[in-house]
């Protein structure tokens, strides 16, 4: 079984240009997120979907970042403009369905330098 | 007071000891825990998921839980050099909006040869 793709896997901007990110869950799960984990710190939640559903996004800042899964399977987050603060790794995962228990996996992460 | 909280470590053990990794958290309602192993420059990988009292064994992996106390911990017996790694602990409450996963800072553990 074919995990969680993320593309890229580095990608380095300057301070006020954009960038995106792509994720590709395993296959049938419904569930997908975004964390963002800094260095040092444990991952945090950006945005939850369920199937093209957002579930949760309490903690996106919506002034700058945004995120869609237009079909239900991939999905792409996107920081307009970016900030120092946000170089970071940002880590997509996804389970099975919403609920507890399910497990989340988590895919390679795309590591975010912003200069 | 931090959701979850681990102690940063580095916690250190010898080859072939028992590493016991600790975990606590504040929500009185959190439903499911995890331990996940993040090597560095890795994404995390889940080894154990424990949903009520007591110990769930995989292995050389033993997840324990005392909902009572707020209190999670992972045992690691024959521990490895390759069981070197930060592991995180995440703690998940489900509501309606959502399966809120929270992560502690994780504990780093160096076994050494």
């Known amino acids: ?38 260095l040092g710190q444990g991952p945090k939640l950006l945005i939850q979907f369920q199937n093209n559903g957002v579930v949760d996004d309490s903690q996106l800042p919506k002034d700058r970042f945004s995120a869609e899964r237009l079909k239900g399977v991939d999905s792409t987050l996107k920081i307009q403009p970016a900030k120092l603060e946000d170089s970071a790794v940002y880590l997509c995962a996804s389970s099975l369905v919403l ?8 895919g390679p992460g795309t590591r975010l330098t912003v200069t | 007071q931090k959701e979850v909280e681990q102690n940063s470590g580095p916690l250190s053990v ?47 992996f033993t997840a324990q839980l005392n909902k009572a106390s707020q209190y999670v911990s992972l045992l690691i017996r024959d521990s490895q050099p390759s069981d070197s790694a930060t592991y995180l602990c995440a703690v998940v409450k489900f ?19």
């Not at chain 1, 609920?99 to 988590?106: D, V």
């Not at chain 2, 929500?27 to 090597?39: A, E, K, L």
């Open chain 1, 1 to 38: 079984e074919a995990g969680v793709a993320q593309s890229p896997r580095y990608k380095i901007i300057e301070k006020r240009q954009s960038v995106a990110f792509w994720c590709n869950p395993i296959s049938g799960h419904a569930t997908l997120y975004w964390y963002q984990q800094i």
């Open chain 1, 99 to 106: 609920g507890q228990g399910y497990e989340q996996y988590f």
């Open chain 2, 14 to 60: 010898p080859e072939g000891a028992i590493a016991s990794l600790n975990c606590t958290y504040s929500d009185r309602g959190s439903q499911s825990f995890f331990w996940y192993r993040q090597y560095s420059g890795k994404s995390p990988e889940l080894i154990m998921s424990i949903y009520s009292n007591g110990d769930k064994e995989d292995g050389r």
């Open chain 2, 95 to 113: 509501t309606g909006g959502g399966n809120k996963l929270t992560f502690g800072t994780g504990t780093q553990l160096k076994v050494e040869l």
